[in-house]
């Protein structure tokens, strides 16, 4: 299947330094990053996806109504429970005809959603245009944004028009992993219907990460450990796989973009893949934070338009979410 990205654009949050969020907060420090994006209390996750969506095709030069296909791609909850998000981003932007698919595979739904559109275009034969969308919104009566995860969280949307055959930033594979044994290590326990939102049912929100890995592995520092590991292995994994799908080494790969990781984690992940860390996305990452599964193609825009990546270039787009999914997506530019 041929297919290419067109445009990318993107919506964010307003700009926090670390000096404004964490105060005298070493750990917010050592994780190395500079600030973080945080959207008004008015702007919700499908506010950001419309403005990303909206510019991504501005910048690619189309109409809404030459969509045939949106995705859409979401960590964090939407505004709404019982509706669909991306029926509802698809209808704001006037995509009357298009298609439209919800993505909640966490931090990998920007790099997964690649491979539903190779595969939509596949058996939609009149399918030509899809439009791409991942975001991010935190909900911050759920989730910290520091002590939930290993990240600092951001507020922000990141598009991408992907035309059949179109020449630039080719998609050449992409593979993802999943590993469910870990399902419930993210999960939060109210709010189900195993345990709906009440009086009395305690408050809703997902624990932070240092109690959570005490609690899902029950004091055992070994599991634990083992489960870091993993991570790192799985990495390597995914993109071994999707080099061999494409048919490329590794060595090729002249820039890997991870999700929005502390610099720690990246230079794990440049360890585990035996690539210098000047070849990932590490001062991206530091400079905006974690936009949940918009990451990778918010670093793909930021060194297209600076010129670091040129005609011919490999790019793996990397990540990783509660599931646990592991992604990787190939792209020639």
Same mark, same amino acid.
């Given at each position: 299947?041929?297919?290419?990205?067109?445009?990318?654009?993107?919506?964010?949050?307003?700009? =926090?330094?670390?000096?404004?969020?964490?105060?005298?907060?070493?750990?917010?420090?050592?994780?190395?990053?500079?600030? $973080?994006? @945080?959207?008004?209390?008015?702007?919700?996750?499908?506010?950001?996806?419309?403005?990303?969506?909206?510019?991504?095709? #501005? *910048?690619?030069?189309?109409? +809404?109504?030459?969509?045939?296909?949106?995705?859409?791609?979401?960590?964090?909850?939407?505004?709404?429970?019982?509706?669909?998000?991306?029926?509802?981003?698809?209808?704001? &932007?006037?995509? *009357?005809?298009?298609? +439209?698919?919800? &993505?909640?595979?966490? /931090?990998?739904?920007?790099?997964?959603?690649?491979?539903?559109?190779?595969?939509?275009?596949?058996?939609?034969?009149?399918?030509?245009?899809?439009?791409?969308?991942?975001?991010?919104?935190? /909900?911050?009566?759920?989730?910290?944004?520091?002590?939930?995860?290993?990240?600092?969280?951001?507020?922000? +949307?990141?598009?991408?028009?992907? #035309?059949?055959?179109?020449?630039?930033? #080719?998609?050449?594979?992409?593979?993802?992993?999943?590993?469910?044994?870990?399902?419930?290590?993210? @999960?939060?326990?109210?709010?189900?219907?195993?345990?709906?939102?009440?009086?009395?049912?305690?408050?809703?929100?997902?624990?932070?990460?240092?109690?959570?890995?005490?609690?899902?592995?029950?004091?055992?520092?070994?599991?634990? &450990?083992?489960? =870091?590991?993993?991570?790192?292995?799985?990495?390597?994994?995914?993109?071994? @796989?999707?080099?061999?799908?494409?048919? =490329?080494?590794?060595?090729?790969?002249?820039?890997?973009?991870?999700?929005?990781?502390?610099?720690? +984690?990246?230079?794990?992940?440049?360890?585990?893949?035996?690539?210098? $860390?000047?070849?990932?996305?590490?001062?991206?990452?530091?400079?905006?934070?974690?936009?949940?599964?918009?990451?990778?193609?918010?670093?793909?825009?930021?060194?297209?338009?600076?010129?670091?990546?040129?005609?011919?270039?490999?790019?793996?787009? &990397?990540?990783?979410?509660?599931?646990?999914?592991?992604?990787?997506?190939? $792209?020639?530019?």
């Amino acid at each position: 299947m041929s297919l290419g990205i067109m445009g990318i654009g993107y919506a964010l949050g307003a700009p =926090v330094t670390i000096d404004e969020l964490a105060g005298d907060d070493q750990k917010v420090r050592q994780w190395g990053y500079r600030r $973080l994006h @945080r959207a008004p209390a008015e702007v919700g996750l499908t506010d950001l996806a419309v403005r990303a969506g909206e510019a991504a095709l #501005r *910048r690619a030069g189309i109409t +809404a109504d030459e969509v045939d296909l949106v995705i859409l791609a979401i960590t964090d909850i939407a505004e709404y429970l019982y509706w669909d998000p991306a029926a509802a981003v698809a209808g704001r &932007l006037d995509t *009357r005809q298009a298609e +439209a698919i919800l &993505l909640s595979q966490a /931090c990998g739904g920007g790099v997964a959603a690649f491979d539903i559109v190779a595969g939509k275009f596949a058996t939609h034969p009149r399918y030509r245009t899809a439009l791409v969308i991942a975001a991010n919104r935190i /909900c911050e009566t759920y989730w910290d944004r520091v002590e939930t995860s290993t990240s600092l969280s951001s507020d922000g +949307a990141t598009a991408a028009v992907l #035309r059949r055959d179109h020449p630039a930033c #080719r998609w050449l594979a992409t593979e993802v992993v999943t590993d469910g044994r870990y399902a419930d290590f993210m @999960r939060m326990e109210i709010g189900g219907a195993a345990r709906p939102f009440a009086p009395g049912a305690g408050r809703p929100a997902i624990a932070g990460l240092i109690d959570r890995m005490d609690t899902y592995f029950d004091g055992d520092g070994r599991a634990a &450990l083992a489960f =870091v590991e993993q991570l790192h292995a799985r990495n390597r994994e995914v993109v071994e @796989r999707a080099c061999a799908s494409a048919d =490329v080494t590794l060595g090729e790969i002249e820039r890997v973009l991870y999700l929005h990781d502390n610099a720690g +984690a990246f230079a794990d992940l440049a360890k585990a893949l035996g690539l210098p $860390l000047d070849r990932t996305n590490v001062e991206i990452a530091c400079d905006h934070g974690h936009f949940g599964p918009a990451d990778q193609l918010l670093s793909l825009e930021r060194l297209l338009a600076t010129g670091e990546l040129v005609t011919g270039d490999i790019v793996a787009l &990397l990540s990783m979410g509660t599931g646990m999914h592991w992604a990787c997506t190939l $792209l020639r530019i």
